[in-house]
């Protein structure tokens, strides 16, 4: 099958390229415990999707009932325009790959990667040969997978789970067993192969540098719920929830006083934000900021507000600097300098600084209860 086939008839609905991939009220309960409280995600054909969120968030077990491999207890999966969720796993057209890489011990390389062929055997060797060329593993066909790294093993499980050219493509942690240097190299591979199969991805991880580097889209989880969809720029920049803003990278959290007409003060300095919502005012909130957001100037302008630097880490490409507000030595906040940011010269154990908060990066959450 091409990767452009698909396993059932298509209708009206699969032309509609924003929900080729659809979930629709997903809900999955293991006794007392919800582990999905109604799940709607729409993805695109060909579209590279990372299912984030912290362990026990529901994101594998959604992605085990989109492979039949749990039953929903209520809602409908829908795939180019057919519902799925009935049908047993071997109809759903997908390809999966494991954290544990779930290799055949006493199988060689071309036998793991070969064994869901149904073709003679002359095709199956050389769509073999085509899929080792493909991950990189061109020669390896007769070794056993005890003789590979766990670098090789994870791309002869991928390899495998791309035999069929499936139109799906179910990936489950599946760089998390290997060093951190190893993974790099082939979340980059893993991503130009995506790319250039154009095959549609789901991936769960709970690496949040990870997903963002591979994914198109993501769906930020929580607690059975999707919190945020958006591209990693979206969700880095603009998160919809204080979880989101606190799971997805290093975040400032600064305790700060809205007053009745929405007014926003931190550290009693007005900042030049836009009135706060109705439901913060006349009352406390936290104000987020990322540390690379952080201005530091080499010498004071107006609108800046002094800070005294407690610790300077050295971070190779960057500096990471530990602040304390001049006027709330007890507020802290973090700020990461580029080796061009021109801050950088003043920035030293004991000095005071001028620290500016750019308002078009700062988000504005309730305090947390």
Known sequence: MKPTELPFPATAAAGDAAGWLRFDGIAKRFGDFTALAGIDLSIRRGEFVCLLGPSGCGKTTLLRILAGLEAQDAGRLWLAGRDIGALPPARRDYGIVFQSYALFPNLDVAANVGYGLVTGRADKARRVAELLDLVGLAGCAAR???????????????ARALATSPSLLLLDEPLSALDA?????????????????????????????????????????????????????????????RFVAGFVGRANWLPVEVDAAGAVRLAGVVLALPPAAAELRGGRAALFCR???????????????????????????????????????????????????????????????????????????????
């Open 181 to 241: 240097q190893v993974r790099e190299h082939l979340r980059r591979e893993l991503r130009a192969l995506q790319q250039k199969l154009g095959v549609t991805t789901l991936m769960v991880t709970h690496d949040q540098e990870e997903a963002l580097a591979l994914a198109d889209t993501l769906a930020v989880m929580n607690g059975g719920r999707i919190e945020q969809v958006g591209t990693p720029a979206e969700v880095y920049g603009a998160p919809a929830s």
């Open 291 to 369: 540390p690379e957001d952080v201005r530091i100037d080499a010498r004071w302008t107006p609108g800046a507000q002094m800070a005294f630097v407690e610790r300077v880490d050295f971070m190779g490409s960057a500096r990471r600097a530990t602040l304390s507000l001049g006027g709330a030595r007890q507020i802290a906040l973090q700020a990461e300098l580029g080796p061009n940011d021109p801050g950088l010269e003043v920035l030293l154990p004991g000095q005071r600084v001028p620290l500016r908060l750019p308002p078009g990066r700062l988000r504005l959450f309730a305090e947390a209860a």
């Open 144 to 158: 056993y997978p005890g003789q590979l790294s766990g670098g090789q093993q994870q791309r002869v499980a991928l």
